[in-house]
């Protein structure tokens, strides 16, 4: 499966988390551009990224299913702010591996 589309994928598994993030961002108009100028920055740092390593590796799809299986049991017992950090965290890690086309650090 190609790397965006997996992304596409993750994006649309969580879409419940972004509605309600959308909806509390455009509340606070600081915020929303906070969260412009985020994905502007990140968008001129992965335009800017060096060429990808010539062997392309199998994306970890098990890691992707375990991020998806948490924000799915997540529905029932947390509220919708941990939500949308656990929808975060696997959209960022999937937009991560479809960039660099490797795993993140840890430390990230």
């Known amino acids: 499966m190609h790397a965006l589309m997996t992304t596409a994928v993750v ?4 879409w419940d988390a972004w509605r309600w993030y959308f909806v509390r961002v455009s509340a606070a108009p600081e915020e929303a551009l906070a969260l412009l100028l985020t994905v502007v920055l990140l968008g001129l740092l992965a335009i800017n990224r060096q060429p990808p390593p010539a062997l392309a590796r199998a994306l970890p799809l098990p890691t992707l299913a375990f991020l998806l299986a948490v924000y799915a049991t997540s529905e029932a ?10 929808a975060a965290i696997a959209v960022l890690f999937a937009l991560y591996l479809a960039a660099f086309r490797q795993r993140p650090p840890l430390a990230l």
């Open 77 to 86: 017992f947390l509220p919708p702010i941990v939500r949308a950090g656990i």
């Open 11 to 14: 994006i649309i598994a969580t």
